[in-house]
């Protein structure tokens, strides 16, 4: 049976702290939810499964390759880097291969990140053709809904205590 989405984020790991922040517990919500509902034909492709960036980029596109043909929607969730680096790329794949794409952006500068970015034009090509996105606030959504008409608001709503995580701040004003 084919599966419905590949769906593509970024997730924490506890021994690795420089993988944890609001986009990656927000992930890792993400996946609780679907595992704890035990929502099916979902595969699911981290974007940061080592810690070298480059392997993390092969591994990623020789997944993404691998599982296309068994997918019909690519849910893609990035922060403001992987939707200037990563989303045009997953976005020119997905439609070579005539599937729908899904963008969930998170943070509250996908706008500055589109408009200010050297690859302007491609990001609002990427984004004006993008099958539904999902934005973290209103005012975000109004600044970039005349690009798109279909987004939607998905809050950033996290659990509290999720990760136990020591932070050691060597004695710095933070």
């Known amino acids: 049976m084919d599966n419905n989405i590949l769906l593509i984020g ?9 993988s944890i922040g609001g ?4 992930f890792d919500q993400f996946l609780n939810h679907i595992n704890i509902n035990k929502v099916k034909n979902i595969t699911v ?10 392997k993390n980029f092969f591994s990623l596109f020789l997944k993404i390759l691998s599982n296309i043909q068994i997918n019909k929607i690519i849910f893609i969730n ?3 880097g992987g939707l200037k680096l990563l989303f045009p790329l997953i976005f020119f794949i997905a439609k ?5 794409i899904v963008l969930r952006v998170y943070g509250s500068h996908a706008h500055n990140v589109i408009f200010q970015s050297i690859i302007k034009n491609i990001l609002l090509f ?4 993008t099958d539904l996105v999902y934005l973290e606030t209103n005012s975000l959504i109004a600044r970039l809904k005349p690009y798109n008409s279909n987004i939607h608001w998905f809050p950033n ?3 509290k205590n999720i990760l136990n995580i020591e932070k050691k701040f060597n004695k710095r004003f933070v």
């Open 10 to 18: 970024s997730k924490s790991f506890k021994n690795r702290p420089s």
């Open 23 to 26: 986009a990656t517990v927000l």
């Open 45 to 54: 492709v981290l974007l940061n499964p080592f810690e070298s960036s480059v």
């Open 78 to 80: 990035v922060s403001q």
């Open 96 to 100: 070579l291969f005539n599937k729908k």
């Open 126 to 129: 990427c984004f004006k053709r």
């Open 157 to 159: 709503v996290r659990i």
